[in-house]
């Protein structure tokens, strides 16, 4: 990781350097302030910079500040540079002024002189183990770490990381399986309710039919204060009723004489 963050800061260290050192400086009207090589085409300003390339419309840059173009000095400086410690001081040089593609680019041609130059290796993010330069990927795994997820770990870590992992997998499938589990016995119970429903609707049709096979019937009007009661399916028809004869209630004992007769 030391050594991404090495070259990661060589490049904002020589991006910072770009500002104060470069060709030209162009100032917009917000204030923002760009350096680089800056030429005109048509109605927009083109600034050539080392880590790429912006464009602005004229009427929204304030001024121009016209400089030295370190570029032309470097090819210049270059053309001289024949040996390692040449190369090395414009290496130096040109990330000094804000060339750092070109300093990353002569660190690398001076490699291919001197494969153990320290200054080189360590500017290209190269740490020595051993006998060996690593770099990368290789280098962290020298030191130790271990990739997970796109992320350096140290071994605990990495270990701790797949305890957890396997945890959560494991804590998955339980929480799967309890799932399947639950619907499995929701479905029996629906089917359980289902079928007692069924059971008793064929219960209740036996007996209906019990009732009008034995000639009763079920009334639910009200009867004598009964909000349903059971009448025969076919009544008999009403008997006549005999008249009750009239009755004679004595009024005392019975004479033995007869009645007289009116005088």
């Given at each position: 990781m030391r050594p991404v963050m090495n070259t990661v800061r060589a490049l904002a260290l020589s991006l910072a350097l770009a500002s104060a050192a470069s060709a030209d400086e162009l100032v917009l009207k917000n204030g923002s302030a760009f350096s680089g090589i800056v030429r005109e085409e048509g109605d927009r300003v083109v600034v050539e910079m080392d880590f790429g390339t912006m464009s602005f419309k004229k009427v929204d840059v304030r001024s121009i500040s016209r400089g030295p173009d370190p570029r032309s000095?470097?090819?210049?400086?270059?053309?001289?540079?024949?040996?390692?410690?040449?190369?090395?001081?414009?290496?130096?040089?040109?990330?000094?002024?804000?060339?750092?593609?070109?300093?990353?680019?002569?660190?690398?041609?001076?490699?291919?002189?001197?494969?153990?130059?320290?200054?080189?290796?360590?500017?290209?993010?190269?740490?020595?183990?051993?006998?060996?330069?690593?770099?990368?990927?290789?280098?962290?795994?020298?030191?130790?770490?271990?990739?997970?997820?796109?992320?350096?770990?140290?071994?605990?870590?990495?270990?701790?990381?797949?305890?957890?992992?396997?945890?959560?997998?494991?804590?998955?499938?339980?929480?799967?399986?309890?799932?399947?589990?639950?619907?499995?016995?929701?479905?029996?119970?629906?089917t359980r309710i289902a079928l007692e429903r069924e059971r008793l609707e064929i219960e209740r049709r036996d007996r209906d039919r019990w009732w009008w096979k034995s000639g009763w019937s079920y009334a639910p009007a009200p009867f004598c204060g009964v909000a349903g009661y059971v009448l025969p399916a076919t009544l008999p028809p009403p008997q006549p009723i005999p008249p009750t004869p009239p009755s004679v209630v004595p009024q005392g004992q019975p004479s033995p004489l007869p009645p007289s007769r009116p005088r």
């Open positions: 000095e470097f090819e210049t400086k270059a053309k001289a540079a024949t040996d390692v410690k040449g190369m090395l001081e414009l290496a130096a040089w040109a990330r000094e002024k804000g060339l750092g593609t070109k300093s990353l680019e002569l660190y690398r041609k001076i490699l291919t002189v001197d494969a153990d130059q320290p200054d080189a290796r360590k500017a290209l993010g190269y740490e020595k183990v051993g006998d060996l330069w690593l770099s990368g990927d290789d280098l962290m795994v020298a030191r130790g770490f271990m990739k997970v997820n796109g992320r350096w770990l140290t071994k605990d870590s990495a270990d701790r990381q797949a305890e957890l992992q396997e945890a959560g997998r494991i804590e998955n499938e339980r929480v799967q399986l309890a799932k399947r589990v639950a619907d499995q016995q929701h479905e029996q119970e629906m």
